[in-house]
């Protein structure tokens, strides 16, 4: 009897030898010769197909044909046509086709969830940008949070905010104000005497707990920062004891005479 249906062929060979030995698929003759099938596949359904690319395999029996894409705006992109045959088979069948983008396409960058896309000062007026459960910069009340100011109601248990700023939080808000406009690198400050400095200021108004060893606010409504929070080393033109750190001479102010409206009469 034959021994046909027990005995591996040339190719049934082939692909279990390489799945024993885990090797990248063998480029397939047949398959890799039927470019003009590819190509007429692949023209039936779309525009801008340029030159043939290559050809790669992607298992036993299965490769892909790349051509050029010159449709507009899609620079770099390949054709990619996928075609296999059946064991034995002496010709190539066409599975499916798709536009791929190449090594060096144009493509749209990475999606990034909104949640990282939100910078600081993002949220306006009417608008609501809800905080996650899990906010690396918050933890529970109840637990100890190294802040002298929150451990005063860390024992009330339902009293008070559910969530309170962690070290991390803290740390993230005082870097933030400090390389600010209420730090001592802003505009404002550089241009202030160097005396004239929020620590020593009597609109000074520090905050609690373990922030007050460096921050406050702003309570000079003349003040360009009144109102918000600033850095003890921060400073200003409007401080309290301004008049102490510079010397003004009023002989150097011009005067301007007392005029008189004397062209038409006044209006009792």
Request: charged letters at 25%; a negative charge.
């Given at each position: 009897m034959p021994q046909s249906s027990s005995t591996e062929t040339t190719d049934d060979a082939a692909v279990a030898a390489s799945k024993r030995k885990g090797a990248k698929p063998r480029l397939d003759k047949i398959c890799a010769e039927a470019t003009d099938l590819a190509r007429e596949a692949i023209a039936d359904v779309a525009e801008g197909v340029g030159e043939?690319?290559?050809?790669?395999?992607?298992?036993?029996?299965?490769?892909?044909?790349?051509?050029?894409?010159?449709?507009?705006?899609?620079?770099?992109?390949?054709?990619?046509v996928v075609v296999t045959r059946v064991s034995r088979a002496r010709t190539a069948t066409v599975c499916e086709s798709a536009l791929l983008p190449g090594p060096d396409a144009l493509r749209a960058p990475a999606w990034v969830p909104w949640s990282e896309r939100v910078e600081a000062g993002d949220v306006g007026v009417g608008e609501i940008l809800p905080t996650e459960e899990d906010d690396d910069r918050l933890m529970p009340a109840y637990q100890y949070s190294e802040d002298d100011a929150v451990e005063e109601v860390a024992y009330e248990l339902g009293v008070g905010r559910k969530r309170v700023l962690n070290r991390e939080g803290r740390q993230e808000a005082a870097q933030r104000?400090?390389?600010?406009?209420?730090?001592?690198?802003?505009?404002?400050?550089?241009?202030?005497?160097?005396?004239?400095?929020?620590?020593?200021?009597?609109?000074?108004?520090?905050?609690?707990?373990?922030?007050?060893?460096?921050?406050?606010?702003?309570?000079?409504?003349?003040?360009?920062?009144?109102?918000?929070?600033?850095?003890?080393?921060?400073?200003?033109?409007?401080?309290?004891?301004?008049?102490?750190?510079?010397?003004?001479?009023?002989?150097?102010?011009?005067?301007?005479?007392?005029?008189?409206?004397?062209?038409?009469?006044?209006?009792?």
């Open positions: 043939y690319l290559c050809a790669e395999p992607e298992a036993e029996r299965t490769v892909t044909h790349f051509f050029e894409c010159t449709l507009p705006g899609y620079r770099g992109w390949r054709w990619a104000w400090y390389e600010g406009p209420g730090g001592p690198k802003s505009d404002a400050a550089k241009s202030a005497p160097d005396a004239a400095r929020c620590g020593t200021c009597g609109f000074y108004l520090p905050l609690a707990g373990s922030m007050r060893q460096v921050f406050g606010v702003c309570a000079n409504s003349f003040a360009s920062d009144d109102g918000r929070a600033v850095s003890a080393d921060h400073g200003c033109g409007a401080h309290s004891e301004i008049s102490d750190f510079i010397q003004i001479d009023e002989s150097n102010i011009d005067r301007t005479g007392v005029v008189y409206d004397d062209e038409s009469p006044d209006q009792l």
